[in-house]
C-alpha cells in the first residue's frame, strides 16, 4: 500500500516536471537542480557560478524550510532570486516549482534551483532541471558515495567544495573519487574552493556546454 502511494506521488511529480520542462525549453531557460547537505556549500559555489556567467541572463530560485538569508545574499549582488520556503519539507517538489515558475518572467539563460539542505530526499524528485548539481563538501567525509548512493547516481556534475579543507580532515580523494564513479562514471568530478573561486573555471564551461547541447 505505502509502496503504491509513493509510486502515484513520483509519477504525479514526474508529470509536473515534465510540464515545467515544457516551459522552459520554450523560454530558452536551462535549468540546474543544486543538491546537497546543509552547508554543503552551495550558496557560496552559486556566487562563484554566477560570477563566471556574466551577461548569461542567470535566475535564481532558493528553497530553504525557513529564511530569505541566501536570497537577500543574491539579490544584494543583484541577482533576480526568488525564495521558497516549505515550512518544513525537506526537498522541493514539482508543483511548488511550477507555481513559483509561473509567476517569474522567464528570460533565456540559466535558472539555478537551490534544493532545500539534504543529501537523501531532493534526489527522489524530479522539478524540471536539465541536470542535477551535487555538492558535497570534502568536510562531511570521502564516504559519502558510499553512504548515499543515490545522490551521486543521480548527479549530472558532483562538485567538491571545501578542498582548501581537505587536509585539515584527511579528506581521501581517492576513496571519494572511486565511490562517486562507481556509481556514476559520466558525470565530471569538480574539486573547488567557493572562498577563492579556484576551480570554478572549468565548472562555468561544464554548463556553458549544457546550454549549447539544450540549444541545437
Ligand atoms: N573553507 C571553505 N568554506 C566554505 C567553502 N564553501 C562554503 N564554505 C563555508 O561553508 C558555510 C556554508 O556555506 P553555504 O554556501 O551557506 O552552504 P549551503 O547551506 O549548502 O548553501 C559558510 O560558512 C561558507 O563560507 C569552501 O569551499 N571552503
Ligand atoms: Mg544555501
Known amino acids: 500500500m505505502e509502496i503504491e502511494v509513493k509510486q502515484s506521488v ?3 511529480n514526474e508529470r509536473v516536471a515534465a510540464e515545467i520542462k515544457r516551459i522552459l525549453a520554450a523560454a530558452g531557460v536551462v535549468a540546474l537542480n543544486l543538491m546537497g547537505a546543509p552547508g554543503a556549500g552551495k550558496t557560496s559555489a552559486l556566487i562563484q557560478i554566477i560570477h563566471r556567467l556574466p551577461d ?6 532558493e528553497g530553504d524550510i525557513a529564511s ?3 536570497t537577500l545574499k543574491l539579490r544584494a549582488m543583484g541577482v533576480r532570486a526568488v525564495q521558497i520556503n516549505t515550512g518544513g519539507a525537506c526537498h522541493l517538489e514539482a508543483s511548488v516549482i511550477l ?3 509561473r509567476e517569474m518572467t522567464l528570460e533565456p539563460g540559466y535558472l539555478f534551483i537551490e534544493n ?4 537523501v530526499c531532493p534526489a527522489e524528485f524530479e522539478i524540471g532541471e536539465q541536470a542535477k548539481i551535487l555538492v558535497c563538501a570534502a568536510t562531511e567525509g570521502s564516504d559519502k558515495p558510499y553512504k548515499y548512493p543515490l545522490a551521486f547516481e543521480k548527479a549530472g556534475a558532483v562538485l567538491l567544495t571545501k578542498c ?3 587536509e585539515f580532515v584527511g579528506f581521501d580523494t581517492d576513496f571519494f573519487r572511486a565511490g562517486v564513479r562507481a556509481l556514476n562514471p559520466r558525470a565530471p568530478l569538480f574539486e573547488v574552493n567557493a572562498r577563492t573561486g579556484e576551480g570554478f573555471g572549468p565548472v562555468a564551461a561544464w554548463l556553458k556546454e549544457l546550454a549549447a547541447e539544450s540549444t541545437d
Open 99 to 101: 507555481r513559483t515558475v
Open 68 to 70: 530569505e538569508l541566501d
Open 10 to 12: 513520483f509519477a504525479e
Open 116 to 119: 532545500i539542505g539534504n543529501l
Open 164 to 166: 582548501d579543507l581537505k
Open 56 to 61: 548569461c541572463g542567470v535566475q535564481v530560485i
